[in-house]
C-alpha cells in the first residue's frame, strides 16, 4: 500500500528556532500534499495544501510566512515552523494524494511530527 | 464553527456486539465523506468512505449509513474487536472546485471494546 513517511517523528526546540518537517511518499507520486495540526483532544486541523510546483494555499487564520512549505518535488513536501514558540508545540501530520484515480480515499496520512517548543 | 460534528467523545463496546460511531455535518456542500482510524502518535488510516449519491457503503466488518436530509453519517463495526480500539474520526470533503481534497474533521471518538 501507499506509504507517507515524516521525518523527525518528534523534536524539541528553544523559542524563537526554526524547525523543518519533512513529509515523503515513499511508494507513489503525490500531486497534492495536506498538513494538518493537531492540538492534545482536539481534531486535525487543515493547515495548508501544497501542490508540487506550486505555492501553498493556507486556510483562514494561518500564518503563511510562519509555517512556510514547500513542495519542490513529487515525492517531499517540507514545512518549516519559523520562529517557533511554545503556543506552536503540536502534533503536526502530513497527508498526499496519489494518482491512482481511488479519488479521496487515496488520501494517506504520514505517521506525524510532534513538536515542543521549550 | 464545527462543520462536522462528533458528540460522543468515547464509546465502550462489549467484544463480538456492534460499534456504531456518529457523525453530523452542517455544511451542505459536503458530498464525500470518510472514517479515518487512528492511533496515538501515529496518523490515521483510512477506513471507509461514502459519496452523497449512496446512503450505505459496506466493506468487510464496516458499514457507513449517509442520511443526507439529516446531515448524518454513522459507522457500524460488527462484530467489534479488540484491535479496533482507537480513535475515530469521520471526515467530510466536497469533491469538486477549489476545495477539491480537503478534509474537514470531526472531533474523534475513542472507541474501547472490551474482550
Known amino acids: 500500500g501507499a506509504v507517507v513517511s515524516q521525518h523527525p517523528s518528534w523534536v524539541i526546540c528553544k523559542s524563537g528556532t526554526s524547525v523543518k518537517i519533512e513529509c515523503r511518499s515513499l511508494?507513489?507520486?503525490?500531486?497534492?500534499m495536506f498538513w494538518y495540526r493537531q492540538f492534545p483532544k482536539q481534531s486535525l486541523m487543515l493547515m495548508a495544501t501544497s501542490n508540487e510546483g506550486s505555492k501553498a494555499t493556507y486556510e483562514q487564520g494561518v500564518e503563511k510566512d510562519k509555517f512556510l512549505i514547500n513542495h519542490a518535488s513529487l515525492t517531499l513536501s517540507t514545512l518549516t515552523v519559523t520562529s517557533a514558540h511554545p503556543e506552536d508545540s503540536s502534533f503536526y501530520i502530513c497527508?498526499?494524494?496519489?494518482?491512482?484515480?481511488?479519488?479521496?480515499?487515496?488520501?494517506?496520512f504520514g505517521p506525524g511530527t510532534r513538536l515542543l517548543v521549550l | 464553527d464545527q462543520q462536522v460534528k462528533q458528540n460522543s467523545p468515547s464509546l465502550s463496546v462489549q467484544e463480538g456486539r456492534i460499534s456504531i460511531l456518529n457523525c453530523d455535518y452542517t455544511n451542505s456542500m459536503f458530498d464525500y465523506f470518510l472514517w479515518y482510524k487512528k492511533y496515538p502518535a501515529e496518523g490515521p488510516t483510512f477506513l471507509i468512505s461514502?459519496?452523497?449519491?449512496?446512503d450505505k457503503n459496506e466493506d468487510g466488518r464496516f458499514t457507513v449509513f449517509l442520511n443526507k436530509s439529516a446531515k448524518h453519517l454513522s459507522l457500524h463495526i460488527v462484530p467489534s474487536q479488540p484491535g479496533d480500539s482507537a480513535v475515530y474520526f469521520c471526515?467530510?470533503?466536497?469533491?469538486?472546485?477549489?476545495?477539491?481534497?480537503?478534509?474537514?474533521f470531526g472531533q474523534g471518538t475513542i472507541l474501547t471494546v472490551h474482550p
Open positions: 461514502i459519496s452523497s449519491i449512496k
Open positions: 471526515a467530510a470533503s466536497v469533491s469538486g472546485g477549489t476545495s477539491y481534497g480537503k478534509l474537514t
Open positions: 511508494d507513489f507520486q503525490a500531486t497534492t
Open positions: 497527508s498526499a494524494t496519489g494518482t491512482s484515480g481511488r479519488g479521496l480515499g487515496a488520501q494517506y
